[in-house]
């Protein structure tokens, strides 16, 4: 075997090995609203609702995203450009018929300060 090859295997396979076995905590850091992030504007939305509670973030031509979110957590959804609007609905389940929602635009975190729906949502930003 030739020695480029060796010296390829060798500093190869542990960063294989290592993104095998990371990928979970990788994933986190490069996809998570306070990590790196390659898209030119995300929507978020903050749970301060204090309860659980599922985050369906869709941004109009971007991305869509489901996630329970815990009380102080951010969820987002990746958008093409700042400014284009989008949908955050929020309930206390993915089958749950009644949901809080409210339009805002990427580049924005809004905050879900109280759920209570269809009529009594807190919202802020």
Request: with cysteine; net charge negative; charged share 25%.
């Amino acid at each position: 075997m030739p020695r480029l090859a060796k010296i390829a295997i060798v500093l190869v396979l542990p960063l294989v090995g290592a993104l095998f076995l990371f990928h979970g905590e990788i994933s986190r850091f490069l996809f998570h609203p306070d990590g790196l992030s390659l898209a030119p504007a995300e929507l978020c939305v903050e749970n301060r609702a204090g309860e659980v509670l599922v985050a369906k973030i869709a941004v109009f031509g971007g991305e869509t995203s489901t996630m329970l979110i815990e009380d102080g957590d951010v969820s987002c959804s990746a958008s093409p450009e700042a400014g284009r609007a989008g949908m955050i609905q929020i309930a206390r389940s993915e089958r749950a018929p009644d949901r809080c929602e409210l339009e805002a635009a990427a580049g924005a975190k809004m905050v879900i300060e109280r759920f209570d729906p269809p009529h009594e949502c807190g919202w802020s930003e």
